[in-house]
Every structure is written in structure tokens, then in C-alpha cells.
């Protein structure tokens, strides 16, 4: 691009930042070119004289497809954060069911000894933590012949013990 126009350079340089990047992308994407003026005279940059890059601002990322942009807010809420805990919480479980050799449908006793994060999790997410893993009963405290296991579970130590409960 030197050879081709000089001193001219850095204004080109100077300028391409300002102009309309989707605009810009997309002219290069149907003629192969990009065309603009610096004082009076004419640019034509090639795609590979140029490179065009999204800069995401902070906490959101985009996504384009066929000119149509998305974008997508990144920040967790605590509630997200929290669904993510229920979410692994219920992994391990499932984990240590298949472990211990537990049929599908077998219903479960659940005792769980963790931090405050995962009790609260726990609290707040009970129906749906014992709906997705069968448990029937979760325990205040751990029963013999329980098959229990040691979990970080995002970063929060727990310890997780399960018993298959008796088919009437």
C-alpha cells in the first residue's frame, strides 16, 4: 500500500477508523474493494489491504450472519449464577447415581454438607434439585450405607451422599 499511494498513507490511516465498519466490510465482501476520497483523491484498498475487526464493548458480545447482528449481554446476575450452582449440583448427583449403579428410576435420599453459597443454592433451588436427580428426602445429616463423594463444585467444597430408597 506504500508503493501504491505514498504520502497519503497516514491520512488513509487516519481515516479508515471512521468509517462505517459494517458499511465498509460489506463493499469489501461484494466487489473485493473498498472506495473512499482523501482530499479529492481517489482510494481503492483491496480486501487483502485491509482488515476489518469487531470490537466488542465490555460485558457484551456480537455475533453477524448474513448482515444481521446480535448482541448478547455477558454479565451473570446472581440469579444465573445461582441456576449454574443448581445446575452442577444436580451433575454430581447424576454422576454419582450412574457411580453407584442406581437404575433410572430409582428414588433417592440426598444429604449434602457444604458452604453457605451451596446451602442457599440449595434452599432456593430445592424443588427443582430433587425433581431432576428422584430424590425424595434430602437429610440433615448423613445415614449409614450411603455412597458419599467429595465435590468443588465452582469453586465450593462439598460433600455429597446418596442412598437408593426401597421400592414399596
Known amino acids: 500500500m506504500a508503493k501504491k499511494y505514498g504520502k497519503l498513507v ?8 471512521s468509517l462505517d465498519g ?6 469489501l465482501d461484494k466487489n473485493g474493494v473498498l472506495k473512499f476520497e482523501i482530499d479529492g483523491e481517489p482510494i481503492e484498498l483491496l480486501s487483502e489491504e485491509v ?3 469487531k470490537l466488542d464493548k465490555e460485558g457484551y458480545v456480537t455475533e ?24 452442577e449440583i444436580i451433575n454430581k448427583i447424576q454422576f454419582m447415581r450412574k457411580e453407584a449403579d442406581f437404575n433410572v428410576v430409582d428414588r433417592i435420599r440426598l444429604y449434602i454438607n457444604s ?14 434439585i430433587m425433581s431432576e436427580t428422584l430424590t425424595r428426602e434430602v437429610l440433615d445429616q448423613e445415614e449409614s450405607g450411603m455412597f458419599a463423594k467429595e465435590w468443588s463444585i465452582n469453586g465450593e467444597n462439598a460433600t455429597i451422599a446418596i442412598k437408593q430408597i ?3
Open 10 to 17: 497516514p491520512k488513509i490511516a487516519q481515516t479508515l477508523p
Open 22 to 27: 459494517t458499511e465498509a466490510k460489506s463493499e
Open 51 to 53: 482488515e476489518i475487526n
Open 115 to 128: 458452604t453457605d453459597v451451596i446451602n442457599d443454592v440449595l434452599k432456593n433451588h430445592r424443588d427443582y
Open 64 to 87: 453477524t450472519d448474513n448482515g444481521i447482528f446480535v448482541t448478547l449481554s455477558t454479565t451473570l446476575s446472581e440469579e444465573l449464577i445461582e441456576e449454574g450452582f443448581a445446575r
Open 166 to 168: 426401597a421400592q414399596n
